[in-house]
């Protein structure tokens, strides 16, 4: 006796059509049981998987702090009541740093119009910016150890000079 067939090999039909089309059923039923399914990938595990990488930008670093100034003087004062304050400090600087560079600057408000701003410059760096060298001068420090600037400084509300020690 022949060997038993399978049920979905059983088929009256020996013809050889009917036959591969009995032995493709559970392929093709398998094909539509299977299609249904999501196929595991790298985006199953991951779901940026794929995508174009999208760069982070850092932000920046804001730089050092500016060095506070070795003194500042407002002209709002009279002469007398910073000068000798002034005298000490660079006698003191020039103690510990006899070659010290001593920077004056004097920085007006950066408001009105240019002219009026390069006429307020004029004014606080002719009198007061003069005023602070030559009492730097007059405690020790020789002339080129000076050195004078002006501009204009939005931060400020009233002509002031600030003087830096390097």
């Not at 007061?128 to 050195?147: D, F, K, L, P, W």
Request: hydrophobic residues 45%; charged residues 15%; glycine residues 6%.
């Amino acid at each position: 006796m022949p060997p038993s067939r399978p049920a979905f090999l059983a088929s009256t039909n020996t013809c050889p059509a009917a036959r591969v089309r009995a032995a493709l059923r559970p392929a093709l039923l398998a094909c539509l049981l299977l299609g249904g399914c999501k196929l595991i990938d790298q985006r199953t595990f991951d779901s940026a998987a794929g995508r174009v990488p999208v760069p982070v930008v850092q932000p920046t670093r804001p730089g050092p702090a500016a060095p506070p100034p070795l003194a500042l003087v407002r002209f709002q004062a009279a002469p007398d009541t910073w000068q000798p304050g002034l005298t000490d400090i660079v006698r003191m600087a020039l103690s510990r740093k006899p070659l010290a560079l001593f920077r004056v600057q004097t920085l007006v408000p950066a408001n009105g119009s240019p002219e009026a701003q390069t006429q307020s410059l004029a004014d606080a760096g002719g009198t007061g910016g003069r005023q602070v060298a030559e009492t730097i001068i007059a405690a020790g420090a020789s002339s080129a150890q000076v050195e004078m600037s002006a501009m204009t400084d939005a931060s400020v509300t009233a002509p002031e000079v600030r003087v830096y020690v390097k």
